[in-house]
C-alpha cells in the first residue's frame, strides 16, 4: 500500500449529485454521490471515530481531505493517512479502516 500525493482542495464544477447519502454502520460512515460532466462517479464523504470494514466492487481510490485514519489492506498491513494523501484499492478486495477523529475523504471509482 503506497501513499499518494491528493488535491490538498478538492472542488468539482458541473457536477450531478444525489442528494440522498449513503449511510453505513448506523451513520459511523456516511457519503453523497456526485458525477462529473465526463459521467465518473465519486462519492464524498465522512468517517466519524471508529473501525469499520468494506469490501469493494470495483477499484477505487479514497484521498483523504480532512483529518487521518489507519487502514489496513490485506497482505499489505496497515498504514496511516492522513489529509493530502491518498491510497488505492482493488476490486473485491476486503479492507479496515480505523479512525479516532473525524475524517474526511474523497473516493473515486474505476
Known amino acids: 500500500m503506497s501513499q499518494l500525493n491528493a488535491?490538498?482542495?478538492?472542488?468539482f464544477e458541473g457536477?450531478?449529485?444525489?442528494?440522498?447519502?449513503?449511510?453505513?454502520?448506523?451513520g459511523g460512515v456516511?457519503?453523497?454521490?456526485?458525477?462529473?460532466?465526463?459521467?465518473?462517479r465519486k462519492t464524498l464523504g465522512v468517517i466519524f471515530p471508529g473501525s469499520y470494514e468494506f469490501t469493494t466492487n470495483v477499484a477505487e481510490r479514497l484521498e483523504?481531505?480532512?483529518?487521518?485514519?489507519?487502514?489496513?489492506?490485506?497482505?499489505?498491513?496497515?498504514?496511516?493517512f492522513k489529509?493530502?494523501?491518498?491510497?488505492?484499492?482493488?476490486?473485491g478486495v476486503?479492507?479496515?479502516?480505523?479512525?479516532?477523529e473525524i475524517a474526511q475523504y474523497v473516493c473515486s471509482y474505476f
Open 7 to 11: 488535491p490538498s482542495s478538492p472542488e
Open 15 to 26: 457536477v450531478r449529485a444525489v442528494a440522498v447519502a449513503n449511510v453505513y454502520f448506523n
Open 30 to 40: 456516511v457519503s453523497h454521490t456526485v458525477y462529473l460532466p465526463t459521467g465518473a
Open 64 to 80: 483523504i481531505t480532512a483529518g487521518e485514519c489507519e487502514v489496513t489492506l490485506p497482505g499489505a498491513g496497515s498504514s496511516k
Open 83 to 91: 489529509a493530502g494523501t491518498a491510497f488505492d484499492v482493488g476490486a
Open 94 to 100: 476486503t479492507f479496515q479502516i480505523q479512525s479516532s
